[in-house]
């Protein structure tokens, strides 16, 4: 009895750019898959640990945050998207190696998190404005997490106030509070309000000069009545 042959099926050869941007997405999309919390929630939580030094969360739920985060700034970096010589080139190494470089050091951390917290968390919260390409950010990182002191965890109130302002809520703000005109900030300097005449009182020139020539005229008239009247009277 014969067999047929099976078909072997020939997959198209995949070039090292697409493998390395497939395991780019990947990357992202398992740390958006390990974190249970949102975006805002992570920019939040940083924004107070960098503005007062201490921190609040469980350290295994934290050091997710932070990876999340950590993960998120670097894929915005255009050396991402470079091919992996290109990144061997610029970096001297591959970008997923230095994602998992810097990922482990921060998850090794076991008892809390590093003395350079808020250090770290000021540089995820401003990287592209702090450090304007990938290897100059990646050293930062690598310095601050190479440490051995750790912190522990604060037990103080939390502070509810301490986060920023988003930048659209601030103009909103300052649209529902305009500041006084120039007119207003005098009067509130020198407690004198500015006088504005009104415009039934202002007189243009000409009618100054006609006003003046009529009183003029009629204060001539009364004179010379006066003199007139002067004779009379000591004929009288």
Do not use: C, W, Y
């Given at each position: 009895m014969e067999t047929q042959p099976h078909e072997i099926l020939h997959q198209p050869p995949v070039s090292s750019n697409e493998a390395h941007n497939d395991d780019v997405s990947n990357?992202?999309?398992?740390?958006?898959?390990?974190?249970?919390?949102?975006?805002?929630?992570?920019?939040?939580?940083l924004q107070v640990i960098a503005s007062t030094g201490k921190f609040w969360h469980d350290w295994d739920k934290l050091k997710s945050m932070l990876s999340f985060q950590l993960k998120q700034v670097l894929s915005e970096y255009p050396e991402a998207k470079l091919t992996s010589e290109q990144q061997y080139a610029s970096l001297g190494e591959s970008y997923i190696e230095l994602v998992n470089k810097l990922d482990e050091a921060l998850t090794c951390f076991v008892d809390g998190p590093p003395f350079t917290l808020q250090r770290l968390c000021e540089i995820l919260l401003d990287a592209k404005g702090i450090y304007p390409n990938l290897s100059k950010l990646a050293l930062a990182l690598e310095k601050n997490l190479l440490v051995t002191s750790t912190l522990t965890i604060c037990t103080d109130p939390y502070p509810q106030a301490t986060a920023k302002v988003p930048g659209h809520q601030?103009?909103?703000?300052?649209?529902?509070?305009?500041?006084?005109?120039?007119?207003?900030?005098?009067?509130?300097?020198?407690?004198?309000?500015?006088?504005?005449?009104?415009?039934?009182?202002?007189?243009?020139?000409?009618?100054?000069?006609?006003?003046?020539?009529?009183?003029?005229?009629?204060?001539?008239?009364?004179?010379?009545?006066?003199?007139?009247?002067?004779?009379?009277?000591s004929n009288l």
């Open positions: 990357h992202s999309r398992e740390a958006e898959q390990k974190q249970d919390v949102s975006r805002e929630e992570v920019l939040q939580t601030e103009k909103t703000n300052e649209k529902e509070n305009p500041q006084p005109d120039t007119a207003q900030n005098v009067t509130a300097q020198n407690g004198v309000e500015p006088q504005v005449p009104d415009k039934d009182e202002v007189m243009t020139e000409a009618d100054v000069g006609d006003d003046m020539t009529i009183d003029m005229e009629t204060f001539e008239g009364d004179k010379s009545s006066e003199t007139n009247s002067e004779p009379n009277a």
